[in-house]
């Protein structure tokens, strides 16, 4: 397979029908280190045929093969996911410009997120209905949509696509799976990983190109069944309009700007304070805050603001960037120039509108900063009405908001149109529950931030969008349920009078 043949269809890889390549950047050195296929129109069309011929063709292809042989082939693909550990969490830390060991665990939950599916599936079942007559044989069951559009973003290419594919597969459906055309080659080596663990040809497909020309077309196109995409609000409603015209099942997550809410009863000692602090850093700047659960809104009590912000400016200042391979790194660049623009475009309307920068705020400068590196940003006194504070930054930037009372901590945490995640710190397992409890997001932390289980369903409220993805009803999100009543001793009705 050559560099440019980057586009799977039918079991077959190839170039682009138009020929056009893009080169793929090392965020950390902003130097060329790869090249895919630019795909089209022409090829989005080729792969949803490939998927539409292999879900609709006869007895014995994926839609109908046992339970038992599709949970097994996604514990192959766990397996071969942990054999390459190594080379596809460096490929991950190249492609996103994350850290090694971020792209390692990354590999490992989505190892979890392929052999959690494979256990799902083979514990469902559809359900009897009790239909009240022993002549009467009344089940729900469960089958695949058909065929889904799979959309991932940037910041997470190989995990978010793992989320997508392993229920697409586990329920039966076929795919054509569409990554970023930032950070494309992890889902390249995914599609490899299931060829080799033995899925039949035409049941994954994929094309890397342009959201503006690929994303739109596998939203718009009235031959597949379901498109689920993760990314940004704008991008996210233009997907739901255009799926809209063949009415097909939408799934959306479009991200959040996360509170993160620190009660001083958290604090009341120094094993307290420093946990808090702890945790704060790593809501709002691992990956360079591109996480679409960031905790970037700190909102703390009033009366521990000072000395809490004190200290987390400090250690924010401290927090060492570097390439994602260099052993010593905690931190690595922003995905492209245009991101790292628009991160400077934020602090300094922060700043203009009155925010007080404690940490970061610049470029670093010196050798091996020649990439899209940022230093972690802390902006005290904000308020609701800056837009940093209102828009999603995706980028290492935390803004500090104080509050007096529970009631003003919950209204401030809530006054978002987003509503994915947030985190609330107490002392008090009382005070934390009915917080979390009064949160309008869709995953709360207590004492915690950013981990998640590939068993609990992870979404949002409000803007960040529809369905759920991980958990049962991440697997529901690819069926569609059919009710099957079955007389047992026919007779007729007599409705008529004529008969």
Same mark, same amino acid.
């Given at each position: 397979?050559?560099?440019?043949?980057t586009i799977?269809?039918?079991?077959e890889?190839?170039e682009?029908?138009?020929?056009?390549t893009r080169?793929?950047l090392?965020?950390a050195?902003a130097t060329p280190?790869?090249?895919v296929a630019e795909g089209?129109?022409e090829?989005?069309?080729?792969?949803i045929?490939?998927?539409?011929?292999?879900?609709?063709?006869?007895?014995?292809?994926w839609?109908?093969?046992?339970?038992a042989?599709?949970a097994a082939?996604?514990?192959?693909v766990?397996a071969?996911?942990?054999?390459d550990r190594e080379?596809?969490?460096?490929?991950?830390?190249r492609?996103?410009?994350?850290?090694?060991?971020?792209?390692?665990?990354d590999?490992?939950?989505?190892a979890?997120?392929?052999?959690?599916?494979?256990?799902?599936?083979?514990?469902e079942s559809?359900r009897?209905?009790?239909a009240?007559?022993?002549d009467?044989?009344?089940?729900?069951?469960?089958?695949?949509v058909?065929? !889904?559009a799979?959309?991932?973003?940037?910041?997470?290419p190989?995990?978010?696509?793992s989320w997508?594919i392993?229920p697409a597969?586990?329920?039966?459906?076929?795919f054509?799976?569409?990554?970023?055309?930032?950070t494309?080659?992890?889902?390249?080596?995914?599609?490899?990983?299931l060829?080799?663990?033995?899925?039949?040809d035409g049941v994954a497909n994929?094309?890397?190109?342009p959201g503006s020309?690929?994303?739109a077309r596998?939203?718009?196109?009235?031959g597949?069944?379901l498109v689920?995409?993760?990314?940004?609000?704008?991008?996210?409603?233009?997907?739901?309009r255009?799926?809209?015209g063949s009415?097909?099942?939408v799934?959306?997550?479009?991200?959040?700007?996360?509170?993160?809410?620190v009660?001083?009863?958290?604090c009341?000692?120094?094993a307290?304070?420093d946990?808090?602090?702890?945790?704060?850093?790593n809501?709002?700047?691992i990956?360079?805050g591109q996480? !679409?659960?960031?905790?970037?809104?700190l909102?703390v009590?009033?009366?521990l603001?000072?000395?809490?912000?004190?200290?987390?400016?400090?250690r924010?200042?401290?927090?060492r960037?570097?390439h994602?391979?260099d052993k010593?790194?905690? !931190?690595?660049p922003?995905v492209?120039a245009?991101q790292?623009?628009k991160?400077?475009?934020y602090v300094a309307?922060?700043?203009?509108d009155?925010?007080v920068l404690?940490?970061?705020?610049?470029?670093?400068?010196?050798?091996?900063?020649e990439g899209?590196f940022?230093?972690?940003t802390v902006?005290?006194? !904000?308020?609701?009405?800056?837009?940093v504070?209102?828009?999603?930054?995706?980028?290492?930037?935390?803004?500090?908001?104080t509050?007096?009372?529970?009631d003003?901590?919950?209204?401030?945490?809530?006054?978002?149109?987003y509503g994915?995640?947030?985190?609330v710190w107490?002392?008090?397992?009382?005070?934390?529950r009915?917080?979390?409890?009064?949160?309008?997001?869709?995953t709360v932390?207590?004492?915690?931030y950013?981990?998640?289980?590939?068993?609990?369903?992870?979404?949002?409220?409000?803007k960040?969008?529809i369905?759920?993805?991980?958990?049962p009803?991440g697997?529901?999100e690819?069926r569609?349920?059919?009710?099957?009543?079955?007389?047992l001793?026919?007779r007729?009705?007599?409705w008529?009078?004529?008969?």
């Open positions: 397979m050559s560099a440019q043949q799977h269809v039918g079991g890889w190839r682009a029908a138009s020929g056009a080169e793929i090392d965020p050195s280190f790869a090249v089209g129109a090829d989005t069309d080729a792969a045929a490939a998927a539409r011929a292999a879900f609709d063709r006869g007895q014995g292809e839609p109908r093969t046992p339970v042989e599709r082939l996604l514990r192959r766990a071969l996911l942990r054999r080379e596809l969490g460096l490929l991950e830390s492609d996103a410009g994350k850290t090694l060991e971020e792209g390692r665990v590999v490992d939950c989505v979890d997120a392929f052999a959690y599916f494979a256990d799902l599936v083979m514990n559809g009897v209905v009790d009240g007559s022993p009467v044989h009344s089940v729900v069951v469960h089958e695949p058909g065929v !889904c799979l959309i991932t973003p940037w910041n997470y190989l995990l978010q696509a997508k392993a597969l586990a329920a039966g459906n076929t054509v799976v569409k990554p970023s055309e930032l494309p080659l992890t889902t390249v080596a995914l599609i490899r990983l060829t080799e663990a033995g899925l039949p994929l094309v890397t190109g020309t690929v994303g596998l939203a718009e196109h009235p597949v069944d689920s995409f993760t990314g940004g609000l704008d991008s996210g409603t233009k997907v739901m255009a799926a809209a009415v097909k099942k799934a959306l997550e479009l991200g959040g700007k996360n509170p993160n809410v009660f001083a009863d958290a009341t000692d120094d307290g304070f946990t808090a602090v702890d945790q704060a850093l809501a709002a700047f990956h360079s996480v !679409c659960s960031a905790g970037s809104r909102i009590e009033e009366s603001r000072d000395r809490f912000v004190a200290e987390l400016a400090r924010a200042d401290r927090i960037l570097g994602g391979t010593d790194a905690e !931190c690595g922003l492209s245009q790292l623009a991160t400077e475009e309307s922060a700043l203009a009155g925010a404690r940490a970061g705020g610049t470029r670093p400068e010196g050798p091996g900063y899209y940022y230093r972690p902006l005290d006194r !904000c308020h609701r009405a800056m837009r504070v209102r828009e999603e930054v995706f980028g290492p930037v935390l803004t500090v908001e509050f007096r009372t529970e003003e901590a919950v209204a401030l945490a809530n006054d978002t149109e994915l995640a947030g985190g107490s002392g008090d397992p009382g005070r934390a009915r917080v979390a409890g009064r949160l309008r997001h869709g932390w207590i004492n915690d950013h981990p998640y289980l590939p068993q609990a369903e992870w979404g949002g409220f409000g960040s969008g369905g759920r993805e991980l958990g009803t697997l529901a690819y569609e349920t059919k009710h099957v009543y079955q007389n001793a026919p007729p009705v007599r008529f009078a004529g008969g």
